[in-house]
């Protein structure tokens, strides 16, 4: 997968690229990243990206120009759906995690102070996803947490299907539930093990788990 990240701040996102699933998924070719900073597209000298609302009220919102003028340039190699980052946006579920998986690229546009300029979202954006009913300072962290989500779902990255298939959230699984887990040793502080856990009986083990979902 491809997955373009617009933003203001790409550099705070250097760090958690650098790590875990989303490291492991772009060393084996099976994501690649490109952090794209919104501000050198800016047509002001002094690179200013916002200004105030029209209307009055408080913050600043992003402007057009950078924003049509990065979008632009970035869409002429990734051909993927333009996602905005939003407090107002549709709630990101698994089930959207699902379906974006199975594209080739994503473009994920981050949003910060109040906002950006209507006219992008009407024009170029394709949808708008929130991580949330709260507001933060910006779209940089959520534009992460929708890539972790998805590119755990990507063919390759995660060794065992099993795992998807049995996750909480998802829709073979049961949505928002899971089962207690346990591992070695058997007895820690006088608190034990299930033991049908320890059983190897495979077919308790599935009826304990579905009897215990939470």
Known sequence: MQASI?????????????ASILKRAQEKGLLQVDL???????????QQVDDIPYGGG??????????????????KKNKGPVIYL???????????VERLAKQQALILLCGHYEGIDQRVIDTLVDEEISIGDY?????????????DAVTRLLPGVISSEESHQQESFTQAFG?????????????????????VLLSGNHAEIEKWRKEHLR
Do not use: W
């Open 6 to 18: 617009l933003s203001l701040f790409p550099e705070a996102m250097h760090s958690p690229l650098a």
């Open 36 to 46: 794209v900073n919104i501000r050198d597209y800016s047509a002001d000298k002094h």
């Open 58 to 75: 408080a913050g600043m919102v992003l402007k057009p120009q950078p924003l049509f003028n990065c979008l632009e340039a970035v869409q």
């Open 86 to 96: 939003t407090p107002s946006g549709k709630r990101l579920t698994q089930s959207r």
């Open 135 to 147: 507001v933060l300072t910006g779209g940089e962290l959520p534009a992460l947490v929708l890539l």
């Open 175 to 195: 949505r928002k539930r899971e089962y207690p887990h346990y591992t070695r040793p058997a007895e820690f502080k006088g608190m034990k093990v299930p033991e």
